[in-house]
């Protein structure tokens, strides 16, 4: 499977919105600076029917080489967390959402 990259995401609002190359990477970018900085202060970002990127706390903990097997200390850290919304793994998992249209009852 290819994986989508910044430029065919740039090249498909150009075709299906209809801006320029240009116009197009420049909203992708401003989208995704947008998104990063919400998450950079510790917001989540909600997209409708995707999902809902969010950052959480870590604590400390102990971890341990599984080399050698001594004990490390793991740093408090903050983590990125995605959460997909039930449309998109339905959608990924072929299954309707109860409500969608065309439902057999």
Do not use: C, W
């Not at 320029?20 to 900085?37: F, P």
């Not at 950052?55 to 903990?61: A, I, N, S």
């Not at 080399?67 to 200390?73: F, I, L, N, R, S």
Request: glycine share 10%; hydrophobic share 40%; net charge positive.
């Amino acid at each position: 499977m290819p994986t989508i990259t910044r430029a065919h995401l740039a090249e498909r609002i150009y075709t299906q919105v209809g801006l320029s190359r240009n116009d197009s990477a420049a909203l992708l970018e401003d989208v995704l600076a947008r998104v990063a900085a919400a998450l950079e202060a510790g917001e989540s970002v909600k997209i409708s029917g995707f999902g809902t990127f969010s950052v959480r706390q870590k604590g400390r903990r102990i971890g341990r080489n599984p080399k050698t097997g001594m004990e490390v200390p793991i740093l408090p850290r903050r983590v990125l967390v995605f959460r997909p919304s039930q449309v998109l793994k339905a959608g990924i998992n072929g299954d309707k959402l109860p409500g969608d249209a065309g439902e057999d009852e």
